[in-house]
């Protein structure tokens, strides 16, 4: 296998194409001193704005966090957040040919309050709705041109009726016709629809309810034997389970590996998994072993964890902290 050093240059001659939800996240920073007089609730006295990008958005933001590009393919609403989510793709030059805007969409948003860190409120402005017939031709036709480029094509599913069983089972069948690997970050709606990639990353939450099982978090067993039946039943190479606090557990047909946690500082997970399924596809692109992929994707995903919000992996501590662990 090459060097550490090798890999982590190999990751900037890599594109990926990315399909799937995209969404912003909205951040509204603020003080709380009192209880409102009118309910028993806090007042917030906002001190800052921020918006980042969210979902299918936020693995691009990884994947160029990495070094390598991003090539993002999504349907957003023709509204001002779709505009501004093309801002800040526009201001970070990330590739935004494959972005749809429809007037019959609005696009997702998550809004947090926030005091110190502590989380007080979300709130979503969202659709689940699912593509209709034009907006999934246009996005099928944008996936097919994009993926000339790509060396590796992620499904980011958020259930938020961008993807489903017709387009991906279309776009898998371009991917295995051009040699190209595929990784999916699932959710529950389309759990089943994946036969036939390479990398199918769920957490325990999702494999439990996707397969209709349940079990111990820490029963090693029950997850070896839930993740042969995701390999058989949808003819999967390689099914990559993240468990929290537990880890990550990655087996194929040769290999199973069992990768615990690294001891950290938990500031808030969300966008882990966002950075776990980003490393372990520019690990799948480049063809290196199931064990280092479970190990860096592992540790990525930790990193990001020690921050308040949804963050994109710092590709220098990364590398300093796979050096450390002698990955």
Wanted: glycine content about 6%; overall charge negative; aromatic content about 4%.
């Amino acid at each position: 296998m090459k060097s550490l050093e090798e890999i982590f240059d190999n990751f900037s001659g890599l594109n990926a194409l990315i399909v799937g939800d995209v969404m912003m996240d909205s951040y509204v920073w603020g003080k709380v001193e009192r209880i409102s007089p009118e309910a028993p609730i806090p007042v917030i006295s906002i001190t800052n704005k921020e918006i980042r990008l969210g979902g299918a958005a936020n693995v691009a933001k990884n994947i160029a966090a990495l070094g390598a590009t991003p090539l993002l393919c999504s349907v957003t609403g023709n509204d001002a957040d779709g505009k501004s989510l093309l801002d800040l793709l526009n201001s970070r030059k990330m590739d935004h040919r494959g972005i749809v805007m429809s007037s019959d969409r609005i696009t997702t948003v998550k809004e947090r309050m926030i005091s110190g860190s502590q989380h007080l409120l979300r709130i979503d402005r969202e659709t689940t709705k699912s593509l209709n017939d034009i907006e999934k031709s246009k996005l099928f036709s944008k996936a097919k041109e994009l993926i000339e480029e790509a060396d590796v094509v992620i499904f980011e599913d958020y259930d938020k009726g961008v993807l489903d069983k017709t387009l991906i089972q279309s776009i898998v069948e371009l991917a295995q016709k051009k040699g190209i690997p595929t990784a999916v970050d699932p959710k529950k709606e389309n759990f089943l629809s994946y036969e036939n990639v390479t990398l199918f990353k769920p957490n325990l939450k999702e494999i439990k309810e996707g397969l209709k099982i349940d079990f111990r978090n820490d029963d090693e067993v029950a997850i070896s034997e839930a993740s042969k039946t995701l390999r058989t039943m949808m003819q999967i190479d390689k099914v990559f389970i993240t468990r929290s606090e537990h880890g990550v557990f990655l087996s194929s047909n040769e290999h199973q590996h069992i990768i615990p946690a690294h001891v950290r500082s938990i500031s808030d997970v969300s966008g882990a998994g966002d950075t776990v399924v980003s490393t372990a596809a520019l690990c799948l692109a480049l063809g290196l072993p199931d064990k280092f992929i479970a190990e860096l994707s592992n540790l990525a995903g930790g990193l990001v964890c020690e921050h308040l919000g949804v963050v994109s992996i710092d590709k220098i501590q990364l590398f300093s902290e796979a050096k450390k662990y002698n990955i």
